[in-house]
């Protein structure tokens, strides 16, 4: 019943982040509004998940892993509905704030759950690895089921989905017994300025390449991103009970990991949002077609993390890292040739590298990340890692959107996006380099 009702809630969680891209269109032309009007259908869901992502641990251990993850539950299944319903733009971006929300609390909680039902190590173990499956399941379908629903029943199913998943969760949370709370201090000031940091960058971008950076509300809102970065590092710094403790990133290892984490969701999510736009509207393919094109890049995802594993249990988490960054450096490099009349299955099995790459590295990166915090910081370096792939989402679809709508053609915009991930890969790959062979020597430089 844990394992289940876990499995089944990251599988919410991973699959909302993906499903709405191939809709993109759709929705454009049902709700009208511009490119900024989707790029926030997108990251209004990311930016609420990454920014809560730091506190929602200690919520959960706060009021109990159980109740934490019933409420998110709850939340997030009233919130896909109203997104479902959304009359206008502003609601299902409203919408999907609070999906992001939910998420956030639901993520860490339904962990602590796997953790509570199975305290024997090997066991837990077995249990991690199936739950992870969840996840990686929602991201080889969340294109294709996207377009697959959108084409047959209409974009708002993308989102009415979500309810009989999210019930059968609840019931079986229901059978699971209550969890013990702990004592949890919230750091209420680090988390309001988190998200006046990420929400006034994140709509800067978005709006600066609709209506320029020298918009006087665009030039306000950059502002606000950099004093509340500010007040959240002095809050860290100086707070009592900081959500996010800045000793860890004296450790190079962490310091470059979370950079790969950033760039590889940067590479993998802004690439699913430009190509499902240039797939649909340059390309004039349905939604189904386009979400069909996407399984190549999703569909060996599961298998490839299990390679990554043995890979770096054998040369060590970095051979799997640089590995990986190089094989997506060079997957972005060769989708610039795509052009107006590249074949479709041409581009579909260019996209193929980027999506391998990401799967190769991440879980090897995950390692590598944890072997060299304490034991006792290990949840907040995991939650840290996600924030910075989640922001990493994020602020691609922000910029990617912001080069495709000031470029004189979708096509320079979205040669420009792809050629910018590919140097963030490589520079990335770089620094990945620099750490030790085994990963482990740079703790505490």
Known sequence: ????????????????????TVALPDMGRSLGGGMSGLQWVVDGYTLMFAALMLSAGSLSDRIGARRAFGGGLLLFA?????????????????????????AAVMLPASLAL???????????????AVWTVGGAVAVAAGPVVGGALTASAGWRWIFFVNLPAGLLALALLARVPVSTRLPARLDGVGQVTAVLALGGLTYGVIEGGAEGFGHPLVVASLLVAVAAAAAFLLAQARGAHPMLP????????????LGVGFMLNAAYYGGVFVFSLYLQQERGQSAL?????????????????????RLAARFGPRVPMVAGQLVGTVGLLTLLTVGGHTGMWVVAALMVPVGLGGALAVPALTAMLLDVVPPD?????????????????????????ALLTGAHTFLAGMRWSVLLAAAGLAATAAATLTLPRGGHGAAGT
């Open 114 to 128: 796997v953790r509570q039902g199975f305290p024997d190590q090997a066991e837990r173990a077995r249990a991690i």
């Open 289 to 309: 077609q386009a979400g069909v094109l996407f399984i190549p890049m999703t569909a060996l995802v599961a298998v490839v993390n299990l390679a990554s594993a």
């Open 246 to 257: 800045l000793p860890l990133f004296r450790t190079r290892v962490v310091a470059v990991s």
């Open 1 to 20: 019943m844990v394992l289940g009702a876990a499995m089944l809630g990251f599988f919410l969680i991973s699959l909302d982040a993906l499903i709405v």
């Open 377 to 401: 910081r290990a949840g907040t370096a995991g939650a840290v890692l996600n924030t910075a792939r989640q922001v990493g989402g994020a602020i691609a679809v922000a910029v990617y959107g």
């Open 78 to 102: 009233v919130a896909s509905a109203a997104c479902g319903f959304a009359p206008g733009l502003g609601v299902l971006v409203a919408a999907r704030l609070v999906q992001g929300a939910a």
